[in-house]
């Protein structure tokens, strides 16, 4: 049977209705998954249950701004690598420059143009995406440097040496216990 396919989560945070709805809907449309939020404290609130694959957010929100969130996010650990749009109506070049100075991924202008904001989120999320790969690549080749210096080491023992997982299959042997195996057949 087919595992289904995990859809990405994006986090819209954006306090005018028909706005928030729309956006959802449009990203819905192209394949994402959605919550739509009015204000910080909601998506602070969403974000103590998941990780979002992305998240969009206005500027000028009530109580806390868009860029305060941003620094929120960008301060815990587990969303420091959250892509994370600003969306606004401040269209001024300080805004932009702002914006893209205290570490917004990207600066998207209301009135949304949905063909740039979709391209801007998959634009985004293949970097994530390609980041993510970059670096389970190199975990690869660090435990696999790992395994031939402790190959190396364990194969240096004149006794046998078995390494095996929690379910006690054999993960690794040394010479010996190879060698052992070798003339237990004989």
């Known amino acids: 049977m087919l595992k289904p396919v995990r859809r990405p ?8 209705p028909t706005l928030l709805r729309d956006l959802c809907e449009e990203l819905q ?14 998506a602070q609130q969403a974000l103590q249950n998941f ?8 500027v000028n929100l009530p109580g806390k701004s868009g860029l305060e969130f941003r620094a929120e996010v ?14 606004t109506a401040l269209t001024d070049r300080e805004h932009v420059l702002r914006g893209k100075r205290e570490g917004a991924d990207d ?8 063909d740039l904001l979709l391209a801007s989120i998959e634009s985004r999320l293949a970097q994530v995406q390609r980041m993510h790969s970059s670096y389970r690549s190199q975990l690869q080749q660090q435990s696999d440097e790992l395994l031939l210096q402790w190959t190396h080491v364990l ?10 997982d929690a379910t006690l299959d054999v ?8 060698s052992l195996c070798n003339h237990a057949d004989e």
């Open 9 to 16: 989560i994006i986090l819209c945070v954006e306090d005018e």
């Open 107 to 114: 600066y998207l202008l209301k009135p949304v143009d949905y």
């Open 74 to 87: 960008r301060s815990h650990e587990a969303l420091h690598d959250v892509p994370f749009m600003l969306l």
């Open 155 to 164: 194969d240096k023992v004149s006794h046998c040496a078995l390494v095996c």
């Open 51 to 58: 990780t979002p694959a992305l998240i969009v957010c206005d």
């Open 29 to 42: 449309d192209a394949g994402y998954e959605t919550l739509g939020v009015p204000d910080v404290w909601q």
């Open 171 to 178: 993960r690794f042997a040394n010479r010996a216990a190879y």
